[in-house]
């Protein structure tokens, strides 16, 4: 007899057995082999099986095992305060209480002011105007009118407020078209500054104006005389845009031209309008390149439309004419986009604060040295009436004099400092802007 190999040994996954029948042509030897193979897996399981029942006794005899407590957050964060949290704070409160924003659109008639503010923020402000006849437009006055929108988008909410002047430039004799302008705006102004100094401070409505849009008509060759007497009164009153309206009237090139004169115009006459805050190093290089982008647009040659057209199966708001459409959402065609973009998207906040921290504060200074000038006049008038009536003698100045008159002199030297602070600010941005000519001349 032959001596029987050894079984194999077993691998991770033993081979299936076939249930079948060996062949009839097969020996005893692979009966044989077949039932050790058999012998030695039924004996693999069965250690399996003493192993399973080994370990289930020892589950049984081992305490249970309970999950670990986790580790409070104020044992795990030792180190954190918590005063990271104030910006999330500060922008629930912010969307709590909502924003409000005003703005001044000032140019003549027939510029698409009215068109441009629809396009803007989506709305119909002007839906109940009516256009005046003729008779009425033969002594034709500025006047103001507002009109208030309330709008939400994501959950934020905006009270906008935009004051139109209506009448402005339309009258043969336009010498006296600012006027109207510069009154509203010193309302606004002093109606907040009574508001602040009253006892009630916690419901002001700010009904500033913290920008003004004035449109440029496209068919000059610059600034007019007329353009120039409302910006140069009102720059140091408001944040001032310049927009030139119905920019499809001109090409590519007169556009560039236009641009050109009307800055030289405003550098001449020594008008600045809003100035566009410095980019912070941390800022993205996409921020850094749209903010040098809508620097350089200005004055923003826009279109604009309420029209929804469909051009190569997409909808575009646009002006259809008989050479082509003009999509008013394309930057080759307006500056539309980029107005959007500054005044809502990237530099509403800011106007905000320049209003606030510049215009304002500016009107704030000059109202309380009239009022301490005026108190002062009456003191001495007072003064004089005092020692009049007591025959010649000398009055002695009680102490609350002294002190009245030390804080008076006080305040007008913080005036004449603030007065030379303004001189060489101004000083300052005419070298720059010399500077910056002789850069570009070379």
């Known amino acids: 007899m032959k001596q029987q190999q050894p079984p194999p040994l077993p691998q991770t996954q033993p081979p299936s057995l076939s249930l079948s029948q060996p062949a009839a042509g097969a020996g005893g030897a692979a009966a044989a082999e077949g039932s050790a193979v058999a012998h030695a897996i039924s004996s693999l399981n069965g250690s399996n099986n003493n192993n399973n029942n080994n370990n289930a006794e020892t589950a049984r005899c081992r305490p249970p095992l309970y999950p670990k407590p986790k580790t409070p957050s104020f044992d795990k964060d030792r180190d954190y ?6 910006p999330e704070q500060v922008h629930r409160k912010s969307v709590k209480r909502g924003f409000e924003f005003t703005l001044m659109v000032v140019g003549e008639s027939g510029l698409g002011k009215s068109t441009l503010i629809n396009s803007l923020f989506l709305g119909d402000l002007y839906k109940n105007r009516q256009m005046p006849n003729v008779e009425d437009r033969i002594e034709k006055t500025t006047r103001v009118e507002k009109k208030t929108m309330d709008i939400e988008e994501r959950g934020v909410r905006l009270r906008l407020t935009v004051v139109d002047t209506p009448g402005f430039g339309d009258a043969i004799n336009c010498e006296d078209s600012w006027r109207v302008c510069t009154q509203y705006i010193d309302e606004q102004f002093r109606q907040y500054f009574t508001d602040e100094s009253g006892l009630n401070r916690r419901n002001i409505q700010d009904n500033r104006v913290h920008c003004c849009l004035y ?3 496209p068919w000059g060759h610059s600034l007019r005389q007329m353009d120039l007497d409302l910006i140069r009164r009102l720059h140091r009153k408001v944040n001032i845009v310049l927009v030139i309206g119905k920019a499809d009237c001109l090409n590519k090139t007169e556009v560039r031209k236009l641009k050109e004169r009307i800055l030289q115009d405003l550098e001449d006459n020594h008008i600045q309008l809003y100035q566009f805050p410095e980019c912070d190093s941390d800022e993205d290089d996409d921020f850094k390149q749209q903010d040098r982008e809508l620097k350089a647009s200005i004055p923003f040659a826009v279109v604009g439309s309420n029209t929804i057209l469909e051009v190569a199966g997409k909808k575009v708001r646009g002006r259809q004419y008989p050479w082509g459409v003009v999509n008013v959402e394309d930057a080759e065609h307006s500056d539309f986009i980029k107005l959007r973009t500054f005044l809502i998207s990237t530099h509403m906040q800011d106007l905000k604060d320049t209003t606030q921290d510049v215009h304002y ?14 108190a002062l ?3 001495g008038k007072l003064k004089r009436d005092s020692i009049s009536s007591t025959n010649g003698f000398d009055a002695a100045i009680s102490e609350t004099d002294r002190l009245l008159l030390q804080k008076d002199e006080e305040i007008r030297r913080m005036q004449d400092m603030l007065t030379q602070m303004q001189e060489k600010l101004k000083q300052t941005h005419l070298m720059e802007m010399k500077k910056n000519d002789s850069v570009i001349d070379v």
Request: proline share 4%; aromatic share 12%.
């Open 215 to 217: 449109f440029v008509p």
């Open 377 to 379: 006049r009456e003191r």
């Open 81 to 86: 305060i918590g005063f990271a949290t104030l």
């Open 361 to 374: 504060e500016n009107f704030r200074a000059q109202c309380i040295s009239q009022i301490s000038q005026h």
